[in-house]
């Protein structure tokens, strides 16, 4: 039986504060890293729906939580899920069970807030989420997947840039089920942390000193379970935490050292 690749991720109007962070690659809920499609290969479609629970870092902040419209659609030239569009730009078979792929990508990220979203927030400037776009690698050794993106918000709203790495396993149990650990590091440069974490001087008040943010290197580990119903039907399950850097933990606006999120979904690939 052949098992179909799922994509899965919010619609951008239907969520505001839920990170796919980094991962991810928002990639939250998607099977393992799948290289592009055969050129005499079908359009692929799926829809589902999915809910998701997400505690951002921000003290007094209450968790998220959200059912979600899912959408996926790929063929050879390009791949579509949810707020992400990769653009299949090269691909090569490297031999021995390797392959690389090299894609231009655009996605909408979800770190911003409103001051009403916490206390601590209350007179702080509204930070708003924006778009990123760089470029990808997926590099499948045949006994790892490894991702990695450089990315820049294109859309100007911190001006930041940031880098991705991961590193991914999945292991298929019988026909049904298929499990994937993983680990990631992203590193945010210092205009990203300074507009989502950082206080301007104007900003400041008792309780919440003026910031400035510095570079830093976020780690993730997840773990996401796939049940294959069969060539249409499947469910998932993805849970992740994300150990924020020092730079970020030391912001007076955060009280936490980790985010942490859940997943429950379905997926119906047409």
Same mark, same amino acid.
């Given at each position: ?136 690698? #997926? ?99 993805? #849970? ?15 009280? $936490? ?11 119906? $690939?047409?």
């Amino acid at each position: 039986m052949q098992l179909p690749r799922i994509l899965t991720l919010a619609s951008p109007w239907a969520i505001k504060h839920v990170r796919a962070a980094a991962a991810l690659a928002l990639g939250l809920c998607a099977t393992a890293v799948a290289g592009a499609a055969p050129a005499d290969e079908a359009s692929s479609w799926g829809l589902g729906i999915a809910a998701f629970s997400a505690q951002q870092p921000y003290t007094g902040i209450d968790r998220e939580k959200r059912a979600l419209p899912l959408i996926s659609y790929e063929n050879q030239y390009v791949r579509v899920f949810g707020p992400v569009v990769e653009f299949k730009a090269y691909s090569a078979d490297l031999g021995g069970g390797q392959r690389l792929d090299l894609r231009v990508i655009g996605k909408y990220d979800f770190s911003g807030y409103e001051a009403s979203d916490a206390p601590i927030l209350n007179g702080m400037r509204e930070r708003k989420s924006g778009f990123w776009a760089g470029g990808k690698m #997926l590099w499948r050794t045949g006994m790892v997947d490894v991702s990695a993106e450089v990315l820049a918000d294109a859309s100007g709203k911190s001006k930041g840039r940031r880098a991705n790495l991961g590193l991914e396993k999945t292991w298929r149990i019988g026909e049904h089920v298929m499990l994937t650990p993983r680990i990631g590091a992203a590193w945010v440069d210092k205009k990203y942390v300074d507009y989502y974490y950082g206080v301007a001087a104007d900003e400041a008040r008792a309780g919440r000193a003026a910031y400035a943010g510095e570079s830093g290197v976020n780690a993730e580990l997840g773990l996401r379970g796939t049940y294959v119903v069969d060539a249409h039907h499947s469910l998932f399950l993805d #849970l992740g935490v994300t150990k924020l850097s020092k730079k970020i933990k030391d912001s007076p606006l955060v009280d $936490r050292a980790t985010e942490n999120r859940v997943g429950l979904g379905y997926l119906y $690939r047409f």
